[in-house]
């Protein structure tokens, strides 16, 4: 009986069902889409059988993971397949019974062919793939899975409509409809998105084994990867992928250990560098190829190509934000019936369950679409990000000389670390542009249900704020644009201080340069501070927006005697606070789009810089010809527009086998010569042929950061032979012994850690290795001392280079008589040509130059004539410091005890270290540093208290609004619609306000506390040793300064100030639910401790993998920089693959936790989610499952409103993006406790301001390390300079000759012994007073970007008339005359506009300038030619003939005038004597080293 009762129920509903045609259509429109789907796969199978192989010639599928997608595909078609064939049945029994209806038969239809045509499905894949090797799936499936998935949802929604219409719905209905979305959502993911991911592997599986195999000398160049383990998200399952449970072994491991880069897995390779930049770099050059503009890239191309480049994540984004946007509105449209349903006399258990479901399920549905949207947005943003770091950097690499002057390193980095990353961010800004307008509308329409035309009111005070951000927006991207050009200014002068520190503390300027910087930054802060209250303003009128249309749209209702019912009010709320978000980020949405759209403009006018034109050499085919280079009618400038020509009229004829000499005056045009056979000058007429592969040694020493070895092999395989030969030519073998890694040790930032011969001869060995057919050598041998210069001569030049074609330019006359050939240049023409005897006395230009070195040798033979004669007359003196044999024994004897010193200290570490980075949780003291730096934290609690008051006035004007509304119409209002309004209007504005003050406080706390930060870690950086300098590469600074600093700016204040919202807005969620029901607070509580635990178990190692994407960072900005400036060079070795390469695989080693950080974070959300969504349906179930009377419906609608919010995940998820952006404050209080130097002053030690008067120094017993753990470089020295006396310091290359100099300058503070200049010791007085009382010209000439007056009087404190003086003196004023600005030239970044010899001169002029009684000269003249120097010799006696003058020189003719001769040998004195006395002794390494000279150039 009750079985019938029942089926006569079932009956009812169906006879009630049948009431609607809208069923019966949808019934049919059904049966219909799925018969057309038969029809059109047996048309597709039979069109295909005629091709499909045979089964004995076909190919399985692959074991990977689609064959897991294409199974479970199979699986879901045959169980949509199964439940259809179930209903059919049901259907069928039940008008077997009750007799057919019109809506049963279209059911039936319906039904049928639902099932038919699944089982076809199921059938068609399976006989697809078993006779197919094919990986994707048929795109007829993918558009009816995508086609199935919508329509099932659409059936959802009208059956929910038409639930609400009648009584109920038969329970299969919706077990069909539920199933039918979940496998149509199912099918989508795997057709669409899936089938993309291992397409991409198989299109570019060749791109990727050529990537692999490419480079194999390249081992020291390519980073630490790790393991080779690829990340578990490539083979996952599908419910893993949903669930992001493929994380689970890497949190597990990071909560157990410190995560290093080794633990990180490798990307999917769909992910990886070469294959995103390779697809990128396709669609860009496909569209400049069509531009018709000359290739030229712009803006709109280059956002075009990322588009295209990643148009599958932009539509699989796009459909995952629709669903979200969707769901989000479920809550506010359900809410008035929710509150109607509490409400009504007779309640339906069935129906409140079924409304807790449409909650949960639409919660449960919005939880996955949007962690899989944010999920997808990451990668996209990475991909970007991939993309435009690989195309910077290749573009850099071909970069023309006067693009690179134009575009300074400090602008490169700033490319590379701001706008690449502002990029990359705008993915996830990209579907706001559209998605604010839909969520606009759907507000709308909820609102217009409830109030009519109200809703229109609504959407006019709406469309008033979104109108109000054009001229908002255009004033934010002028206040970014000047943020952008200030911050480009200081990094171009920051950059240029850290690239040239040394220099900067050997003449007491760094404080200087820093108060420039400091200068830069206050204008910086200037535009910071624009950009900060403009965005703070609109924060505040966006985020009191949702109030403001509220208080419109209530306000008019009461006017038009609109009914207010609290049901509705609430839906209303609801609406108003999802259109929050897309209102309160819109102001963020139009800043990032105009900050994106500067940043496009910057890489795209970068991208268009000009390149090095592709044609000015022609490369002839290698054959048999004996030409090797031919110049005829050579016209070259570096600067097109100017009228003067760098090189002019050059012809001549390079034959195979011969050595070529170039010779000249400073700034004649000799390197430019050989960068125009390099092809690195632009050539305004004529033509250059050239034969054969080429080699080039720079005159300035371009030496990668890396191991030696890897800096001479340069990309070639090891030949264990050949690099013996190759070490032993270029003398390097006993300098490897004196390292402790040998050639494993690590060169620091442009070779700083080795001596300038050093640097140059492994230069020369790299080049010898090379093997090429030209050689082109700039003044290789000036920077060796003159023994080790005859060395390198002999057995390269002549020995190994002896049947190559060499070109070298050379100062040195002792070198021309071996040429084949030699060019004398001068004013950019090559005015003599022929061989050594020929050319001697043709002309003046030649004769100039070796008059003046015969003159010096005259000058050489007197003395060794005058020594020997003194000898024969008076005998040998005992009074001589000359050290024998025996010290060279001992010597010797030491250094094996000297290398067992190195091996212990070997394991100590290398020179430069690694980046360090902080381990374990960030330190409260981090926090609290922050937060008390600006005011001693003075604002923190009224920034706190603000927020508290918003909160409270938030809710107390919601409760006002229920409380004091009707439920429903048929009750009569408790308040009058005035007095109503008026107290929400006063609420209202009330919250408003503590808005406006919150948002004004934390801006102002924000950009104080990184200005005050920012100072104290500049003023540690200027005052650190120059040994933190030599083992941090810069680009580890620079990403401080820039990075770092743009996160203390901006990104740590908002992050604070979203936090302080989810934790107050959270404590008001709990406080109004648990005020409905206290019992809630059971399941609160659980919540929030598995929450906590939750998020202790991910944060360990989400904040590693944090820590180390800021570390890996710096290494691709760092490589970029580098590679720029060494770009002639990798140009000429053909390098540029290799260089490229390298930097994708930075770039992976970037994104590698990156992706994990990113999958982390999602991981944890997910969870946040899932347990937020199954509290509220608790709740909800709690609130239905209580007696009629017990709650006011307003107030539980009121609990339901608030809950639609609930979630910890935003508390967790600020605070764990705040602890990873408050790493940012971490890195920079790093730099802000670096130990720092002596002080500049010591006020017991004032010094008299004519200190030093006379210039005499004593070293006593001076002992020397650059390291702790690094062996001594001087050993116990002691000698006597006396005032006014000129002192020549030889020795071998790395004999310590500069060391002490540094010791003297206390760059290096010696751990024993003392330096007295005029009885003072210079380690008790300040360090300015010292280094401002001495003078330098430094063996590397320095210039800094500016003016030459700024470069050689940059404290301004002399007057024109001295400037020019000096410039006389200094053999440069003639070469000044001619430029237009004169003392206003402008000098480019390092100088590149002037030559290297007219720099040293540059450096001369400041110490003549300087006029100190202690003048050092570290190889002052090794890049100028033989008269120059001859000239400056003459100008340095007359100036500082009452000077100590102590001179490090290779030229044994720069140091023969002088009074004392030091020779150093392995840190200790060697001789030290007047030259006539060491001359006298022909055992004497000095008479030894100027007979070898002598012989050299007679021979």
Known sequence: MDAFEESKNDMNNWISFSQSSTTIFLHGFSASSHLILLLVLFISWACKRRTMPTLENSKPILKNTFFLYYWLALISCMALSFCDLLLCVLNYLSGYRHGWLDLQIFAQLDFTFRTLTWCVISAYLHIHFSHSSERRFPILLRIWWTFYFIMSWSFLIIHFDLYWKHSSLPFLVWVSDVLSIISGLFLCYVGLFEKGRQDEDHLLESLLKTGSNQNNGDDGQEPSVGGDSVTPYANANLVSIFTFSWMGPLLALGYNKTLDLEDVPQLDNCDRANVVFARFRNKLEYDCNDS????????????????????????????????????????????????????????????????????????????????????????????????????????????????????????????????????????????????????????????????????????????????????????????????????????????????????????????????????LRNFETRCLKKLLYSSAMVSFGYLSAPMFVSMITFGF????????????????LATFEIMQGPIYNLPDLISMVVQTKVSLDRIASFLCLDELYPNIVQKLPRDNANVAIEIVKGNFSWDLHS?????????????????????????????????????????????????????????????????????????????????????????????????????????GERGINLSGGQKQRIQIARALYHDADIFLLDDSFSAVDAH???????????????????????????????????????????????????????GTDFMELVGTHKKALAVLNSVERGATLDNLIIGEEDGNMLCHEQPNKDDKEGEPKNCKIEELVQSEGQLVEEEKREKGGVGFSVYWKYVTTAYKGAFVPLIMLAQILFQILLIGSSC?????????????????????????????????????????????????????????????LFRAPMSFFDSTLSGRILNRVSIDQSALDTSIPHQIEELLMSIIGFLGTTAVMSQVAWQMLIVFIPMTVTCIWYQQYYIPATRELSRLGGVCQAPIVQHFVESILGSTTIRCFNQEERFLDTNLKLVDVYSRPKFHFSSAMEWFCFRMDML????????????????????????????????????????????????????????????????????????????????????????????????????????GLTCTFSGGRKIGIVGRTGSGKSTLVQALFRMLEPIAGQIWIDGINISKIGLHDLRSRLSIIPQDPTMFEGTLRSNLDPLEEYSDEQIWETLDRCQLSDEVRK???KLDSAVTENGENWSMGQRQLVCLGRALLKRSKVLVLDEATASVDTTTDYLIQQTLNQQFSKSTVITIAHRITSILDIDMVLLLDNGLVLEYDSPTKLLEIKSSSFAKLVKEYTQRFSS
């Open 1379 to 1381: 430029k237009e600005g």
């Open 557 to 572: 209702c009461v006017f038009m005697g609109i009914p207010l019912e609290s049901g509705k009010i609430l839906s209303a």
């Open 1172 to 1275: 937020a969504s199954i509290t509220y349906a608790v709740f909800l179930v709690f609130l239905i499952s209580m007696p009629k009377g017990v709650l006011s419906p307003g107030i539980a609608g009121l609990a339901v409103t608030y809950g639609l919010s609930l979630s910890m995940r935003g508390v967790v998820w600020d605070f764990s993006n705040l602890e990873n952006k408050i790493i940012s404050v971490e890195r920079i209080l790093q730099y802000a406790r670096i130990p720092s130097e002596p002080p500049l002053f010591v006020e017991e030690k004032m010094i008299d301001h004519e200190w030093p008067s006379q210039g005499k120094v004593d070293i006593v017993d001076l002992q020397v390390r650059y390291a702790p753990h690094l062996p001594l470089v001087l050993r």
């Open 788 to 842: 080790t210069g005859t060395h390198l001569f002999k057995k390269c030049l002549l020995g190994i280079l002896g049947s190559k074609t060499v070109i070298y330019v050379t100062h040195q006359v002792e070198f021309l008589s071996s040429a084949d050939l030699i060019m004398v240049m001068r004013d950019g023409r090559i005015t003599q040509v022929g061989k050594y005897e020929e050319i001697l006395t043709l």
């Open 292 to 519: 018709g503009n000359g290739g030229q890239v712009n803006t709109v191309m280059l956002v075009k190509a990322l588009v295209f480049s990643t148009w599958k994540e932009i539509l699989w984004t796009a459909l995952l934000s629709i669903v979200c946007t969707l769901t989000s509105y479920v809550g506010p449209y359900l809410i008035d019936v929710f509150v109607q349903y509490l409400n009504s006399s007779h309640q339906i258990q069935d129906k409140g369950y079924i409304l807790v479901f449409i909650f949960f399920l639409s919660k449960l549905i919005g939880c996955f679409s949007e962690r899989h949207l944010f999920f997808q947005l990451r990668k996209m943003s990475l991909r970007v990000r991939i993309a435009l770091y690989a195309i910077i950097y290749k573009k850099g690499l071909r970069l023309s000389s006067q693009s690179k002057q134009s575009h300074t390193s400090g602008e490169n980095v700033n490319l590379m670390s701001v706008d690449v990353e502002r990029t990359g961010l705008f993915s996830w800004y990209l579907h706001s542009i559209w998605k604010v307008p839909l969520q606009v509308v759907l507000a709308l329409l909820i609102l217009y249900k409830s109030f009519g035309l109200a809703s229109l009111i609504a959407l006019i005070a709406t469309m008033i704020l979104l109108l109000a951000n054009v001229p908002l927006g255009k004033l934010q991207e002028k206040f970014q644009g000047e943020l952008m050009d200030s911050k480009d200014r200081r990094m171009k002068v920051t950059s240029e201080a850290l690239r040239n520190m040394r220099i900067l503390k050997l003449q007491g300027w760094e404080m200087n340069f820093l108060d420039k910087i400091i200068e």
């Open 643 to 747: 009228p003067n020509l760098t090189l002019t009229d050059l012809n001549f004829r390079v034959y195979h086998g011969m050595r070529v000499a170039v010779c000249g005056s400073v700034g004649s045009g000799k390197s430019s010569l050989l960068s125009c056979i390099l092809g690195e000058v632009p050539k305004l007429s004529g033509s250059i042929k050239l034969n054969g592969t080429m080699a080039y040694v720079s005159q300035s020493a371009w030496i990668q950061s890396g191991k030696i070895v890897d800096n001479i092999l340069f990309g070639k395989e090891m030949d264990k032979e050949r690099y013996e030969m190759i070490l032993e030519a270029c003398s390097l073998k006993k300098d490897l012994e004196l390292f402790a890694f040998g050639d494993q040790t690590i060169i």
């Open 960 to 1020: 006002w609004m229920v409380l004091s509304t009707p439920v429903s119409e048929d009750v009569s209002p408790h308040v009058r619609g005035s007095t109503l309004i008026f107290v929400y209007v006063a609420l209202t504005l009330g919250s408003s306000l503590c808005v406006f003050i919150r948002s004004m406080l934390i801006v102002t706390t924000g950009y104080k506390t990184a200005t005050l930060l920012f100072n104290k870690m500049h003023l540690c």
